[in-house]
C-alpha cells in the first residue's frame, strides 16, 4: 500500500493571499503518515516562506510536479478553466470550490474523473463536523476585519473620551446579519468602545447578538412572521416583497448610525439588498458602510462593488469588502488549514482517502456533483 500524497496548490485568483496548507498543519499531517507537496511560493502570500515548508517535512515541487505527484489536491478558492486541466482522472480537489455558482467546472471535473470535495456544502448543524466547517473559519476573520476596516476609515472615536477639551460621543454602529461574520463584527466593535445594534431575519439570533452587549433591533421579519432560517444553519433567502418591507423598516435605522456592517449572504446566491442608495443618502457626512457581501453577484448595499471603496457626494464613504479573509492571510490561511487537517482525518483510514456517499458528512461535501 502507497502512501497518500497531498498537495497544495498556489492560489491564482487576483487578490487571494491565502494558502491551503500552513507549516503547522504540515507537521499534523506528516504525523498521520501523509507525504505533503507545497507549490513553489504557494505560501508566500501569506508570509510563509518555502523553507518554512520544507523545515517541517514538505516538498516544495513547481506546479506540474505537483498535479503529477499528488493524490489529492487542496486548494481554497476554485481553480481557473486552464488550471483545472491539470487535474487528472483519479485525484480529488478539495477546497472551497463554491459548485452552486461554478456548477459547469464542478460538472467537467467530474465527467473527466476528478473528485471534488467543496467544504463550502457542510451544513453548520452537524456538530461533530463543526471543527473542519471552512466557511465558519473564515467568516470569523471577515467579521473581525470587517469592524477593523471600518474604524480605520471613520473620522471619529469608536469609544466615547473623556478629555480636557471635552467628551466625545461614542460611534452609533449597526450590524446587519448575525451570522458568524456580523456576531464577530458585533464583538470587535464592542471591543473598540461603540455602542452597537444588530438586525438578522432570524429571531433565534437575538440571544447572541445581547450575550455580546448590543441591542437587537426590533423589527418584525420576515413580514409574513415565518421563520427567517433556512437549511443547514443560514438564513433563508427572502421574496422580494420580504426583502422590500426589511429595508424599509431598517431605514430609519441606517439613517442614525455612523457606521453601517452588512453581512448577510446566502450560499451561491445573488446578497438580498439590504441598504439602499435611498438609505445612505440620508446618513451623515463622514459615516461608513463595510459591505461583507459585496461580490460579483451584487451585495447587500446599493452601488457597493467588491473591493472598491467610494466617498459619495454627501460624505459617506461606501466599501466593497469581499475579500477579507485574504486581508488577513496569516490568520486565515491558518485557521483553513486547521479545517483541512481535521476533514482529511475524517476522510483518510489506513493510509487511503475513502469518499463514502453513506457518511453524512462525506455526502454533503460530494454534493457539487462527485460521483
Not at 281 to 287: A, F, I, N, V, W
Request: negative net charge; glycine residues 10%.
Amino acid at each position: 500500500m502507497g502512501t497518500l500524497t497531498i498537495g497544495a496548490v498556489r492560489e491564482r485568483a487576483p487578490g487571494e493571499r491565502r494558502v491551503a496548507l500552513v507549516p503547522e498543519a504540515v507537521t499534523l499531517l506528516r504525523r498521520a503518515g501523509l507525504d505533503v507537496l507545497i507549490e513553489t511560493g504557494a505560501g508566500s502570500g501569506a508570509w510563509f516562506t518555502d523553507a518554512e515548508y520544507t523545515d517541517v517535512g514538505a516538498t516544495v515541487v513547481p506546479q506540474e510536479e505537483l498535479y503529477a505527484r499528488a493524490d489529492a489536491v487542496l486548494c481554497v478558492g476554485p481553480p481557473d478553466a486552464e488550471t483545472a486541466q491539470s487535474l487528472r482522472a483519479g485525484q480529488t480537489l478539495i477546497g472551497l470550490l463554491e459548485p452552486l455558482r461554478h456548477p459547469t467546472l464542478v460538472a467537467e471535473l467530474t465527467e473527466r474523473g476528478v473528485r471534488t470535495v467543496s467544504l463550502d456544502l457542510l451544513p453548520r448543524t452537524l456538530s461533530r463536523a463543526q471543527s473542519m466547517d471552512a466557511l465558519t473559519s473564515q467568516a470569523s476573520v471577515a467579521g473581525y476585519k470587517a469592524a477593523l476596516v471600518a474604524a480605520d476609515s471613520y473620522d471619529r472615536f469608536f469609544p466615547m473620551l473623556t478629555t480636557a477639551a471635552g467628551t466625545m460621543r461614542p460611534a452609533q454602529v449597526l450590524v446587519l446579519g448575525a451570522g458568524v461574520a456580523g456576531l464577530q463584527a458585533i464583538a470587535t466593535a464592542r471591543r473598540l468602545g461603540a455602542v452597537v445594534s444588530a438586525y438578522d431575519v432570524r429571531p433565534a439570533s437575538r440571544g447572541e447578538v445581547e450575550s455580546l452587549g448590543a441591542r437587537f433591533l426590533d423589527i418584525q421579519s420576515p413580514p409574513n412572521g415565518e421563520p427567517g432560517a433556512g437549511q443547514g444553519g443560514y438564513a433563508r433567502e427572502l421574496t422580494e416583497a420580504e426583502q422590500r418591507a426589511q429595508r424599509e423598516a431598517l431605514d430609519a435605522h441606517i439613517a442614525r448610525s455612523d457606521i453601517v456592517i452588512t453581512t448577510a449572504q446566502v450560499p451561491g446566491r445573488k446578497p438580498p439588498l439590504l441598504v439602499t442608495g435611498a438609505a445612505v443618502e440620508q446618513m451623515k457626512p463622514g459615516s461608513v458602510v463595510v459591505d461583507l457581501a459585496a461580490s460579483d453577484l451584487g451585495g447587500n448595499v446599493e452601488g457597493s462593488e467588491p473591493d472598491k471603496t467610494v466617498v459619495l457626494d454627501n460624505g459617506v464613504t461606501v466599501i466593497g469588502a469581499g475579500r477579507l479573509p485574504s486581508a488577513m492571510a496569516t490568520a486565515a490561511s491558518t485557521a483553513y488549514a486547521r479545517n483541512l487537517v481535521v476533514l482529511l482525518r475524517h476522510l483518510v483510514r489506513d493510509g487511503e482517502l475513502v469518499l463514502d456517499p453513506a457518511d453524512e458528512i462525506t455526502a454533503a461535501l460530494m454534493g457539487g456533483g462527485t460521483s
